[in-house]
């Protein structure tokens, strides 16, 4: 005998069976597009790293170039924009804008590209601007880091024969009594780099000696600081101290007559003597183009190209 109670029913349209199923649909598509703008987020945002990264050592070329320009007297805009063409962002190519600013011995490029994104265009995001920023100071340099307490006169530095690592030249230290600045081109003299603010500073040979001991200064030591050279006197420890430095170059101050510091030349020492004679030997070499010579915002004028112009990244 035929029993209907065991035949299935059909199931009526809107039940709760389809409502849980639509349901499922939306609530697996909302997963889907989270899915897809999370992996877009992870690919297209570690793409826009990589190319941050890029742009940025496109930027900070591009800024060396238009200060070494400008310290040319060449058309720094057209330098920088040069340079950054050929790392592959030309201005106004491709949504790329490549701008160039001027300000006090300051060069700033700065460079902007359009990401095209893959995945995060899901979420509305097609694309979206990379940034970057450089920033260069460009001169003659006005200040030291690491200077050796040494200073020599402009007329040192200006004798061709004091510039000729073929023939070493010998210093000598002022000569006894009150003339304490070097006033020749073949005079020394050893300095504390005194920055007391316009008050009187006492050199002595142990500031000196601590300076020659660590390699020289450990601050930047600008123009329009003051600085004290050392009183006449036997100096033989500060001579045999310097000795253990013979092969280095430093940094070392050119003053005028005056004793005002005036410039900064590199000094390759290749003697130090303290017996009887009390001399030090070596050459100053002209072109220097990096740190620690540096071009120091109010750190006073240079008078005169001593080893060379600076161009330093400072951003």
């Known amino acids: 005998m035929f029993n209907r109670s065991h035949m299935p029913r059909p199931r009526a349209p809107g039940s709760r069976s389809d409502r849980e199923g639509g349901q499922l649909l939306v609530i697996f598509a909302m997963a889907i597009i989270g899915l897809i703008g999370m992996t ?4 297209d945002g570690g793409d826009t790293f990589l190319q941050r990264r890029d742009q940025q050592n496109a930027a900070d070329v591009a800024a060396m170039a238009a200060g070494y320009a ?12 040069a340079v950054a063409a050929t790392n592959g962002y030309t201005n ?38 990379v940034s ?46 009150g003339e304490d600045v070097p006033q020749t081109d073949s005079g020394f003299n050893w300095t504390v780099f005194c920055t007391a603010n316009g008050n009187p500073c006492n050199g ?9 001991n660590q390699d020289g200064t450990s601050t930047v030591v600008k123009l329009n600081d003051l600085i004290g050279p050392l009183n006449s006197g036997s100096h033989t420890t500060l001579f045999d101290s310097l000795a253990g430095k013979v092969g280095t170059a430093y940094p070392v101050a050119i003053v005028n007559d005056d004793g005002a510091m005036v410039g900064w030349a590199w000094f390759h020492l290749t003697g130090s003597v303290g017996g009887s004679t009390k001399q030090i030997s070596g050459w100053f070499e002209d072109q220097v183009n990096a740190p620690p010579l540096l071009v120091v ?3 006073g004028t240079a008078g005169g190209v001593y080893g060379g112009y600076s161009v330093d990244l400072i951003n």
């Open 297 to 299: 915002q109010g750190g």
């Open 204 to 212: 002595d040979s142990s500031t000196v000696d601590s300076l020659i």
């Open 70 to 81: 400008a310290l040319n007297s060449q058309d720094y805009n057209a330098a920088a924009q």
């Open 92 to 129: 106004g190519t491709g949504g790329v804008t490549v701008t160039v600013t001027a300000g006090s011995g300051t060069y700033t490029v700065d460079i902007t590209r359009p990401h095209q994104n893959y995945f995060a265009g899901v979420l509305g995001f097609a694309s979206w601007n």
């Open 132 to 177: 970057t920023t450089a920033t260069v100071q460009a001169g003659i340099p006005n200040g030291a880091f690491g200077a050796m307490p040494i200073i020599f006169n402009e007329k040192a530095f200006g004798k061709a024969a004091n510039k000729s690592q073929n023939t070493p030249q010998n210093f000598d230290e002022p000569a006894v009594g």
């Open 40 to 43: 877009g987020l992870i690919i």
